[in-house]
């Protein structure tokens, strides 16, 4: 496949409806290679609520520092998805690799590849050495065993958010979930929420094992309800009507400070914990001071798989993380697939990129579909 007109993604950073498809400024003809580079084209990558998190939060998050737009006021979202080496003036990087990894919801990526293996690369650019690492591993889709062909898009649309899903319950599991009875996860039908909870669920009947909690507008209420994943799935406005004496830890993935501002209110002293995941309610995020309650901290994955990554008795080792990584994909692809949570949509060219995430920024995707765009035709 090849572009008929390479493009990119920009989006106005203080106005996230802002957005328009413009020159892809990796393109063969606007960029040529330096010795040590290879050229990406980018074949297909997700949209899912966990780009907008990428959206809101990238000035504080630098997520918008991953693929510079060239326009301080511009930035280009950041999504994962596949690519094929079409260029390449590294050594051992072979024209014709198929690659897993992080890049601009656009046409071409140029990289930087170090500590080349038969797994894979390094982005080694420059701008990217200070900005979170795992970013900026991409795998070569042969030599990756939880890669299949067939299944290429729940792997966009879900994996890197399950790796997020599994860093949270390990987190949580690690705190003895902070003396809590239940943990409340917000915009309960997103795909992080609900991965999350898949995990909570694999500890029900253990000691400590808290209830949990699903909270969802009323129109995702019968989805939520029928994962099983959820011990209880209320809707936004029931929040008021729930026990207030029971310790409570809450998970929020939606970012909407009216939210957050009546569970802090309803629970006081019994919210043992407050951890502020993703922002798919964008345009209700605000200030988290003055809250009753703990102060919300926000999590970061990358913070946690240093931790874990880290060699023993600190941590687990990177191979260890790896291994239990996969085998956690494994059971939630399973289920995800044999239940019907997830059904992959795909759709090609700048209109159809536009229209995705002008959908996806007012809330009107369906919870159960999964988007996976092209700018390749």
Known sequence: MTP???QRLFIQRGQLTEARLGPDPDAPAACALTHGQARLAVERFALTA???T???FGEAMKYWQFFPSGDAALGCLPVWGFASVVESRVDGLAVGRRVWGYYPAGSYLVVTPSRVSAAGFVDGAPHRQELAAVYNQYSFCDADPGWKPEAEGLQ???RPLFTTSFLIDDFLAEADFFGAEQVLLSSASS?????TAHCLSLRRGAPGAPKIIGLTSPGNLAFTRSLGCYDEVRSYDEVAAMPASTASVYVD???NAALRLAVHSHFGDQLRYSSSIGGTHWEGLGSARDLPGPRPTLFFAPAQINKRSAPPPHGWGSAELQRRLAVAWAG??????????VRISEQAGAAALL???GELLAGRVDARQGLMLSLQV
């Open 156 to 158: 966009a649309v879900l």
């Open 191 to 195: 795909k992080t929420a609900f991965g």
């Open 54 to 56: 990428y959206a809101a």
């Open 253 to 255: 993935f939606a970012g």
């Open 355 to 357: 229209s995705a995430y």
């Open 332 to 341: 939630f692809i399973a289920q995800v697939d044999g239940g019907g949570w």
């Open 4 to 6: 008929t007109s390479p």
């Open 50 to 52: 966990n780009n907008i």
